[in-house]
Nanobody
Framework: QVQLVESGGGLVQAGGSLRLSCAASGTIFSINAMGWYRQAPEKQRELVATETSPGTTNYADSVKGRFTISRDNAKNMVYLQMNSLKPEDTAVYYC????????????????WGKGTLVTVSS
């Protein structure tokens, strides 16, 4: 089975930075796509950034130029460097992984972490 665990959330002032990390555990051979989504109170979950292998990235317009996604495929990890944070970035950030090959099977569906809260104060 595959599990995703996020870390790095917290409280930061507007203009500050945070770095989120997500680790995928299990006997994983490869992961096609990893990414970050977020859900603010009373809003739908939305895409923040994704990276497919090998290295194609996609960002929400609202975070372009401020956030950077990166992966460490050897460690099955994905990161989100968030700079110039704004109060509207406040949300629970979720890690997602899709297209996972393990020692027992291939998972085409996506897996989700439990989320990490990012709060940006004005």
């Amino acid at each position: 089975q595959v599990q995703l665990v996020e870390s790095g959330g917290g409280l930061v002032q507007a203009g500050g930075s945070l770095r989120l990390s997500c680790a995928a555990s299990g006997t994983i051979f490869s992961i096609n796509a990893m990414g970050w989504y977020r859900q603010a109170p009373e809003k739908q979950r939305e895409l923040v950034a994704t990276e497919t292998s090998p290295g194609t990235t996609n960002y929400a317009d609202s975070v372009k130029g401020r956030f950077t996604i990166s992966r460490d495929n050897a460690k099955n990890m994905v990161y989100l460097q968030m700079n110039s944070l704004k109060p509207e970035d406040t949300a629970v950030y979720y890690c997602n992984a899709q297209g996972i090959a393990t020692n027992s099977r291939y998972y085409a569906m996506g897996f989700w972490g439990k989320g990490t809260l990012v709060t940006v104060s004005s």
